[in-house]
């Protein structure tokens, strides 16, 4: 999750999406031990969080409607051969 800044989403060198505060990104692999559909890179100097599977279970059990969301997003970024909305 971005705590503090900006970073690029990117297929190859195309940009498909800049996240800031509150985005997240890397819910695939966390989520559903999905492969990576895309690359992130930092686009200014950012502050970032991160977690492994096993918090990601546990949180999802304390926070039900956060687990919600990311599910949401995954079956959303699911819909395009990019794994992104763009």
Known sequence: MVLDGQVDVLDGFDLIARLGPGDFFG???VAAAGRRTARVVAH??????WMMGWDYQTMTEEYPQVAARIE???????KTPSGTDD
């Open 44 to 49: 200014t100097r950012c502050q970032v969080a």
């Open 72 to 78: 949401a997003a995954i079956a959303e970024r699911s």
């Open 27 to 29: 819910e695939l692999g």
